[in-house]
């Protein structure tokens, strides 16, 4: 049983900074490509950004690129979001995932996703 679970989150304004931050337990996933997604009101989950379990590829929404930096430490099973230049459309419900699967055409869908966390709630005010 693989959890996932983030921390972080929280009410900034306008041009500040965050960083999430997502803790694996229950087994190893060393090898699994884990992603940050997020989830407005109202709207659908979208991709937000991804990193290869080496650290060696990273991908980015465009919305993201520039502002937001994924990383992780395999040795703590932790993976990070470190976002900056905040702006009151990233307000939503940030989710960690993990998937397995080798390719990297599918990082950007959430379907291709094994484990989800529960969610950290970002709230940016202008």
């Known amino acids: 049983q693989v959890q996932l679970v983030e921390s972080g989150g929280g009410l900034v304004q306008a041009g500040e900074a965050l960083r999430l931050s997502c803790a694996a337990s229950g087994r190893t996933l060393i090898t699994y490509t884990m992603g940050w997604f997020r989830q407005a009101p109202g709207k659908e989950r979208e991709f937000v950004a991804a990193i290869c379990w080496s650290g060696g590829r990273t991908y980015y929404s465009d919305s993201a690129k520039g502002r937001f930096t994924i990383s992780r430490d395999n040795a703590k099973s932790t993976t990070y979001l470190q976002m900056t230049s905040l702006k009151p459309e990233d307000t939503a419900v940030y989710y960690c995932?993990?998937?397995?699967?080798?390719?990297?055409?599918?990082?950007?869908?959430?379907?291709?996703?094994?484990?989800w966390g529960q969610g950290t709630q970002v709230t940016v005010s202008s």
């Open positions: 995932a993990a998937t397995s699967a080798p390719y990297s055409s599918i990082v950007y869908y959430a379907r291709s996703y094994d484990y």
